[in-house]
Each structure stands twice: as structure tokens, then as C-alpha cells.
């Protein structure tokens, strides 16, 4: 076994002990007070500030406080705040890039040593590198889904709030008590927050980066405009409730029909790619004449790649319908 193996073997391992080491160990520390200045204070200059709220006790990858601090205030950093409110991701921007950076090492690791071939090495790694990404939209898609598909019931349970004699704060209290996760923990942000000194304005606006949701922005302005000009306001929210119920259940209907074009998109980007490995796996020789080949077999495999993306992406387009 030549040397670069156990090198790259012990590269794995060092990763793996890394991610252990984060998930199993780490001092609990409590930030109470952090959170009651941030919340108490003025509202936020940047549009990443005051947007995930941080676990009472957590726990810290080393050099991330290093790293927060030089990347503070930087776009990305705040964008990637953002991308990771919205996935309700208790990390830092900088704990992020470092799972980030074992996972891209994590994978080129695997894949050399699976394969033992550097360009699917390099392909590893790239993988290894966008599947934490991967990973957080994954969560804003579902957890988004999930809050479409709960906030028709919100709103009525506000509108009853409203008509038996609640005030709006006393709605969206019975809402983040009666009703599950995440809506519910969005709506008991919304109050914490209005509890330490936010007004209800920022406490919206807050959620609404939180929650990327047209539905909840419709909410919103009507909370607001009805703050301003006043109005029967249970009225309003029972307009926006079948409005958002009938758009839920038309989106509903619309995935169940372009289900299988969508499923066709999927399989069309993996099957070549796994039955590729497949290949190389079984026959190594057989698939390395694309590389011994010279400019002709990389010229062959960028088709490919194009193409498929081009087919991925035109189905995408045609199912994709708004509502």
C-alpha cells in the first residue's frame, strides 16, 4: 500500500475524530444576556442581525469565534446568517465554513480512496463542498412547506383570538401555545421579542427574514397597515386565510400532477453519474480510456454534463408553475 493511502487514510480519520469531537463534546455556555442586548437594544443596522435565535446552551467549534470575528460584517457572512436562520441552523456563519471545509476534505478522502483517481478525487471534493449547502436548503424547503401548510390554521386561530376579545399579542401567544412546530416557534419569537423591547414592527420583520413566505408577508402588512389606520382586523385575516388555504391546496395539486416530470428530472441527473461509478468501479480500465483518450474523451464528458444539465433545467422550467 503506497504512502499517500495511509496519508489520505489518516486524513479521513482525523476528519471524522473532528466532526466527533464537535458533536459529542464542548462546555455548554450560557448566553442569556447576549441574547437580552440584542433584543433590547436598537434595531439591527444589517439585515443578518437579530435573525436566529440562539440556543440557550451550545456548544462551539474550535477557532470559531476566530474566524466569526474576521468575517464580520462581511456580505457573505451575513447572507449565510441569513440561509441559515431560515433552515433554523443553530451555527454561526463561521462554524458553517469550517463543516464545510471537513466535509469538501471528508470527500475527496473517500472518493480517492474508493476509486483511486484524482479527477473523481477533485469531484469528491466538490461534492463534499456543496453538500452542507445542499443540505441547508433542504431544510428552508421543507420547514417552509411546513409554515405554508400551518399558517392557514394560525390565522383563524387569531381571528378567533381577535373576535372573542384578544388583543393581537395575545393571539400570536395562543398560537406559539396551541399549535406545533415551526410556526409555532416563529410566533413565540415574535412575542419574546416584543417582550424584551422589540416593537412589533421589527418582531415582524425579524420573522419574515426568518420565514421567506408570501403568505406571511401578506400577514404581515396587514398587521401593520392595521396598526396605522386601524379597521376590523379579524375580518381582514379571514380573507388572507382562505386566500392561503386555497393556495396550498392548488400548489398541493399541482405537485401531486408534475410529480413524475419532476421525479424524471432527478433521474436524469443521478442515473448517469451513479451508473458511471458503477462502472468505473466494475471496470476500471474500460471507463479510464475516456481519460487516456486525450482532448477527445474530456471533450465527451463536458457534453454529457452539459446536456445534462440543459435537460435537468428545461424540466425544471416547465413544472414549475406559480401560483
Request: proline share 3%; net charge positive; aromatic share 8%.
Amino acid at each position: 500500500m503506497a504512502w499517500q493511502t495511509y496519508v489520505l487514510i489518516g486524513g479521513g480519520v482525523l476528519i471524522l475524530i473532528l466532526l466527533l469531537l464537535y458533536i459529542f463534546s464542548g462546555e455548554e455556555e450560557e448566553v442569556v444576556v447576549e441574547r437580552l442586548e440584542r433584543y433590547a437594544t436598537a434595531p439591527p443596522r444589517r439585515r443578518g442581525d437579530a435573525l436566529a435565535d440562539t440556543a440557550s446552551t451550545r456548544r462551539t467549534i474550535p477557532f470559531s469565534e476566530n474566524l466569526n470575528r474576521a468575517i464580520a460584517g462581511r456580505g457573505f457572512a451575513e447572507d449565510l446568517r441569513i440561509q441559515l436562520a431560515r433552515a433554523d441552523l443553530k451555527l454561526t456563519p463561521a462554524e458553517f465554513l469550517i463543516m464545510q471545509f471537513l466535509s469538501t476534505g471528508l470527500g475527496f478522502v473517500l472518493a480517492q480512496l474508493i476509486f483511486r483517481f484524482l479527477p473523481l478525487a477533485l469531484l469528491g471534493a466538490i461534492a463534499g463542498f456543496f453538500a452542507p449547502r445542499l443540505y441547508v436548503a433542504w431544510r428552508q424547503r421543507k420547514r417552509l412547506q411546513a409554515f405554508n401548510a400551518q399558517l392557514g390554521d394560525a390565522i383563524n386561530l387569531m381571528v378567533n383570538g381577535l373576535r372573542a376579545g384578544y388583543s393581537i399579542l395575545q393571539a400570536m401567544e395562543a398560537v406559539a401555545r396551541e399549535l406545533p412546530p415551526p410556526i409555532s416557534t416563529e410566533f413565540d419569537r415574535v412575542v419574546k421579542e416584543q417582550q424584551l423591547g422589540l416593537s412589533m414592527e421589527q418582531a415582524l420583520h425579524n420573522m419574515l427574514r426568518r420565514v421567506h413566505s408570501d403568505d406571511l408577508e401578506m400577514l404581515v402588512t396587514a398587521i401593520l397597515i392595521h396598526r396605522e389606520v386601524g379597521g376590523n382586523l379579524a375580518e381582514i385575516l379571514d380573507t388572507i386565510s382562505f386566500t392561503i388555504r386555497e393556495r396550498v391546496r392548488i400548489k398541493g395539486e399541482i405537485r401531486a400532477l408534475t410529480a413524475q416530470q419532476t421525479l424524471s428530472g432527478y433521474v436524469l441527473m443521478v442515473l448517469p453519474i451513479g451508473l458511471g461509478l458503477i462502472l468505473f468501479g466494475i471496470n476500471r480500465d474500460y471507463m479510464l480510456n475516456f481519460f487516456n483518450s486525450g482532448i477527445l474523451g474530456y471533450f465527451m464528458i463536458a457534453c454529457t454534463a452539459v446536456m445534462m444539465l440543459i435537460g435537468y433545467f428545461v424540466i425544471r422550467r416547465i413544472v414549475r408553475i406559480e401560483v
